[in-house]
């Protein structure tokens, strides 16, 4: 039984590449240092896996126990040869039982090993998917648990490779190099042993060989991470390049800069191919110059061999023998830096996998904390759910810590509450807010005022710098997320819809929701008509990202889930995009249907919606700069009054529910290009500064 030689490679997969951390917040592992800090690095990192994926070790003794029958079992052939010329052809005389016992005995011990070799091999693959299918789970939920904020400051490109490409790094290393480096290191070390049994001055010899090799190899792996950990760097580049053009395919059509981006498409992937040559001429080095040691060994050994057998220290059967234990002993030497390497690789894969899981979970459901209940598998994220699921989510008993919120309707307080985003200035000051259950808030404001972080501190997208927010009275920082999702939903600009039909898409605002209930969700709305336009009716597929629906559409849609959700709260973003005037008819009648009967804060893109809303809010430089009825604040000089005066002049008459006026088009602006928010006028009349309210 051999084991599989393995060549080197002509260019190391993409997708077994992957970057260091760019990440700065939780700060990127530390590069191996020397010596015992290394160890102590290696020791630990292996610790964290293993608990993390108590898998990793469950059998493994018989896997051990497997790979050394597998490895003692390669020396069938050596001995055998061995035995057949030194005994079995001794004195020119052919003795046929040596030779048939050793035959026999050769096959049984072959047989065994493949068997063995098998069965190790299937454990190890086993082993590793298991270990990798959890790390893998674990570390995406992680990535869901962080907060929005946690998740914008990483790179987009560097969060998909963790769970992707880094993990498929370890997957390479646990599922061949694993296998490799255990039967290896057990075939060398045996393959020595008997090689000294047989001759130990050629042992010396081949030893002396090496020992230079090996010390050039272990120098050489040092600078190899180094360079592998660029080359990881830069496949996170050139998967954000990517995925940033494909998402944004439609802005870089709409303003033909194609060119431009696909130059910064090939600059990625120039620099990677870069990074990658650099860290193959290296190995390619280190690969030829093992090549070129094994011949060197080689011919040395038998010439020296044979000059022992000349001086008769040595018989035939011991020098063919050895030159076959030789090849034993240079075979995982030469793959020793291809595994290494992967080894390296793995564990810098994983290095940056242990860093994502370190990025505390900033916006802590209660029910964890209090608890102890980990977060259960299959469970929808907290922010997920906040946004998506607010009903039919898991049950409550399953998360014992937190608070439930208080049934009815729900009413809204900011206490002091001030926001600033990471080594950013002061977003929200001091912004004391009382909203009574029920009512109906329209939040308007320049762009930039600081509309949507107020609205996210009110989802717990993210959690106050200072003060408190409080939603039914109680904190909502001890409010379970199982609690919180059933009745607080936010409705973002997009309702982001996935590639299924229309009544999966409104059921994920009820899971388990039947289509009659799905059906009246829309009628409710006001939106049977338009989805009776739909021969397919709510089996109709939206297309990825609901892209064979209209904008409007998509929003329809979005409003008929929230509908079935049935919040107590509902927190809406008013969509910027433009749409036909029937649609927005039908969504600004939607919208009003929505809101009834809940608390509803919504960021108004239009006047209707501040027109007939019970309070306007007006958000200016990060602080409540007027609040009342429109009517009122429309007749009073301040920031309402002058961004109304600026909607009329810009509008005119567009229709019943108008958006706000677009800017100059560019020449094919793609149809879903956001406009810019109604009330936020492109050139704002002068005023007294930020900062303060009127
Ligand atoms: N993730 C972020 N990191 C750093 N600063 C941010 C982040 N998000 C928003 N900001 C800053 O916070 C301020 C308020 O932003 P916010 O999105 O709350 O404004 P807005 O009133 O909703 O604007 P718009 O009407 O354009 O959506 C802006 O100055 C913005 O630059």
């Given at each position: 039984?051999?084991?599989?030689?393995?060549?080197?490679?002509?260019?190391?997969?993409?997708?077994?590449?992957?970057?260091?951390?760019?990440?700065?917040?939780?700060?990127?592992?530390?590069?191996?240092?020397?010596?015992?800090?290394?160890?102590?690095?290696?020791?630990?990192?292996?610790?964290?896996?293993?608990?993390?994926?108590?898998?990793?070790?469950?059998?493994?003794?018989?896997?051990?126990?497997?790979?050394?029958?597998?490895?003692?079992?390669?020396?069938?052939?050596?001995?055998?040869?061995?035995?057949?010329?030194?005994?079995?052809?001794a004195?020119?005389?052919?003795?046929?039982?040596?030779?048939?016992?050793?035959?026999?005995?050769?096959?049984?011990?072959?047989?065994?090993?493949?068997?063995?070799?098998?069965?190790?091999?299937?454990?190890?693959?086993?082993?590793?998917?298991t270990?990798?299918?959890?790390?893998?789970?674990?570390?995406?939920?992680?990535?869901?648990?962080?907060?929005?904020?946690?998740?914008?400051?990483?790179?987009?490109?560097?969060?998909?490779?963790r769970?992707?490409?880094?993990?498929?790094?370890?997957?390479?290393?646990?599922?061949?190099?694993?296998?490799?480096?255990?039967?290896?290191?057990?075939?060398?070390?045996?393959?020595?042993v008997?090689?000294?049994?047989?001759?130990?001055?050629?042992?010396?010899?081949?030893?002396?060989?090496y020992l230079?090799?090996?010390?050039?190899?272990?120098?050489?792996?040092?600078?190899?991470?180094?360079?592998?950990?660029?080359?990881?760097?830069?496949?996170?580049?050139?998967?954000?390049?990517?995925?940033?053009?494909?998402?944004?395919?439609?802005?870089?059509?709409?303003?033909?800069?194609?060119?431009?981006?696909?130059?910064?498409?090939?600059?990625?992937?120039?620099?990677?191919?870069?990074?990658?040559?650099?860290?193959?001429?290296?190995?390619?080095?280190?690969?030829?110059?093992?090549?070129?040691?094994?011949?060197?060994?080689?011919?040395?050994?038998?010439?020296?061999?044979?000059?022992?057998?000349?001086d008769?220290?040595?018989?035939?059967?011991?020098?063919?023998?050895?030159?076959?234990?030789?090849?034993?002993?240079?075979?995982?030497?030469?793959?020793?830096?291809?595994?290494?390497?992967?080894?390296?690789?793995?564990?810098?894969?994983?290095r940056?996998?242990?860093?994502?899981?370190?990025?505390?979970?900033?916006?802590?459901?209660?029910?964890?904390?209090d608890?102890?209940?980990p977060?259960?598998?299959?469970?929808?994220?907290?922010?997920?759910?906040?946004?998506?699921?607010?009903?039919?989510?898991?049950?409550?008993?399953?998360?014992?810590?937190?608070?439930?919120?208080?049934?009815?309707?729900?009413?809204?307080?900011?206490?002091?509450?001030?926001?600033?985003?990471?080594?950013?200035?002061?977003?929200?000051?001091?912004?004391?807010?009382?909203?009574?259950?029920?009512?109906?808030?329209?939040?308007v404001?320049?762009?930039?005022?600081?509309?949507?972080?107020?609205?996210?501190?009110l989802?717990?997208?993210?959690?106050?710098?200072?003060?408190?927010?409080?939603?039914?009275?109680?904190?909502?920082?001890?409010?379970?997320?199982?609690?919180l999702?059933?009745?607080?939903?936010?409705?973002p600009?997009?309702?982001?819809?996935?590639?299924?039909?229309?009544?999966?898409n409104?059921?994920?605002?009820?899971?388990?929701?039947?289509?009659?209930?799905?059906?009246?969700?829309?009628?409710?709305?006001?939106?049977?008509?338009?989805?009776a336009?739909?021969?397919?009716?709510?089996?109709?597929?939206?297309?990825?990202?609901?892209?064979?629906?209209?904008?409007?559409?998509?929003?329809?849609v979005?409003?008929?889930?929230?509908?079935?959700?049935?919040?107590?709260?509902?927190?809406?973003d008013?969509?910027?995009?433009?749409?036909?005037?029937?649609?927005?008819?039908?969504?600004?009648q939607?919208?009003?249907?929505l809101?009834?009967?809940?608390?509803?804060?919504?960021?108004?893109?239009?006047?209707?919606?501040?027109?007939?809303?019970?309070?306007?809010?007006?958000?200016d430089?990060?602080?409540?700069?007027?609040?009342g009825?429109?009517?009122d604040?429309?007749?009073?000089?301040?920031?309402?009054?002058?961004?109304?005066?600026?909607?009329?002049?810009?509008?005119?008459?567009?229709?019943?529910?108008?958006?706000?006026?677009?800017?100059?088009?560019?020449?094919?602006t793609?149809?879903?290009?956001?406009?810019?928010?109604?009330?936020?006028?492109?050139?704002?009349?002068?005023?007294?500064?930020?900062g303060?309210?009127?």
């Amino acid at each position: 039984m051999t084991t599989p030689a393995r060549s080197i490679p002509a260019q190391t997969p993409p997708e077994r590449l992957s970057p260091p951390n760019p990440n700065p917040s939780p700060g990127p592992s530390p590069e191996p240092g020397p010596g015992s800090a290394r160890a102590d690095l290696l020791t630990t990192t292996l610790r964290r896996l293993r608990g993390l994926a108590p898998e990793l070790t469950r059998g493994l003794l018989g896997t051990l126990v497997l790979a050394l029958v597998a490895t003692a079992g390669k020396i069938a052939i050596p001995v055998t040869v061995q035995q057949i010329l030194d005994r079995g052809l001794a004195d020119d005389q052919v003795d046929l039982t040596v030779i048939g016992v050793a035959v026999g005995v050769a096959a049984v011990v072959i047989l065994t090993t493949a068997l063995a070799n098998y069965r190790m091999n299937r454990r190890l693959y086993r082993l590793s998917e298991t270990t990798l299918a959890t790390l893998r789970v674990r570390a995406f939920r992680h990535i869901h648990d962080l907060s929005v904020l946690s998740q914008s400051a990483q790179r987009r490109g560097s969060l998909t490779s963790r769970v992707t490409s880094d993990i498929d790094q370890m997957s390479q290393f646990l599922q061949f190099g694993g296998v490799m480096l255990l039967v290896s290191t057990g075939q060398m070390l045996i393959a020595t042993v008997l090689m000294v049994v047989y001759s130990w001055q050629l042992t010396l010899l081949v030893h002396g060989f090496y020992l230079p090799l090996f010390l050039i190899t272990r120098r050489t792996q040092r600078r190899l991470a180094g360079r592998y950990a660029q080359v990881r760097e830069r496949i996170g580049e050139l998967l954000g390049a990517v995925a940033e053009a494909v998402v944004g395919a439609s802005v870089v059509r709409a303003y033909g800069v194609q060119e431009r981006t696909a130059q910064r498409i090939d600059t990625s992937i120039d620099r990677h191919r870069g990074a990658q040559s650099a860290a193959q001429k290296m190995i390619a080095g280190v690969f030829s110059l093992s090549e070129l040691v094994a011949a060197l060994a080689t011919a040395a050994a038998v010439i020296v061999g044979v000059l022992l057998g000349v001086d008769g220290a040595l018989s035939t059967g011991r020098l063919v023998a050895f030159l076959f234990l030789m090849t034993l002993f240079i075979m995982p030497i030469q793959s020793m830096t291809e595994i290494l390497n992967d080894a390296a690789n793995a564990l810098a894969g994983l290095r940056r996998v242990l860093d994502v899981l370190d990025l505390p979970t900033d916006v802590r459901d209660p029910a964890l904390t209090d608890g102890s209940v980990p977060h259960p598998a299959g469970a929808p994220h907290p922010a997920e759910a906040t946004i998506m699921i607010p009903a039919g989510s898991p049950p409550p008993s399953a998360r014992p810590g937190g608070r439930e919120l208080p049934a009815g309707p729900l009413g809204v307080r900011f206490t002091g509450v001030g926001f600033a985003y990471p080594d950013g200035p002061p977003v929200l000051r001091d912004i004391d807010l009382e909203i009574a259950a029920g009512s109906r808030i329209a939040v308007v404001g320049e762009t930039g005022s600081g509309k949507t972080t107020l609205v996210k501190l009110l989802t717990r997208l993210m959690d106050p710098s200072s003060g408190e927010v409080l939603i039914g009275g109680v904190p909502l920082a001890q409010v379970r997320f199982a609690s919180l999702r059933r009745r607080v939903l936010l409705v973002p600009q997009e309702g982001f819809l996935f590639d299924l039909t229309i009544a999966d898409n409104v059921r994920y605002g009820r899971p388990g929701a039947d289509d009659a209930a799905v059906h009246a969700a829309f009628e409710a709305l006001g939106l049977g008509d338009w989805l009776a336009t739909h021969p397919e009716g709510l089996a109709t597929r939206v297309g990825e990202s609901g892209s064979r629906l209209s904008a409007g559409e998509r929003q329809l849609v979005a409003l008929a889930r929230a509908r079935l959700a049935d919040p107590d709260l509902l927190v809406l973003d008013e969509a910027t995009s433009a749409v036909d005037p029937e649609t927005e008819v039908r969504l600004a009648q939607a919208l009003a249907e929505l809101m009834r009967e809940r608390t509803s804060v919504t960021i108004a893109h239009r006047l209707s919606t501040a027109e007939t809303a019970d309070e306007v809010l007006v958000v200016d430089a990060g602080r409540i700069a007027q609040r009342g009825r429109h009517r009122d604040l429309v007749a009073v000089p301040g920031i309402y009054q002058r961004l109304h005066q600026s909607w009329v002049a810009g509008v005119g008459s567009t229709g019943p529910a108008p958006a706000r006026p677009h800017p100059p088009a560019p020449a094919s602006t793609a149809p879903d290009e956001p406009r810019p928010a109604f009330l936020a006028p492109r050139t704002p009349a002068p005023r007294p500064g930020r900062g303060g309210a009127e």
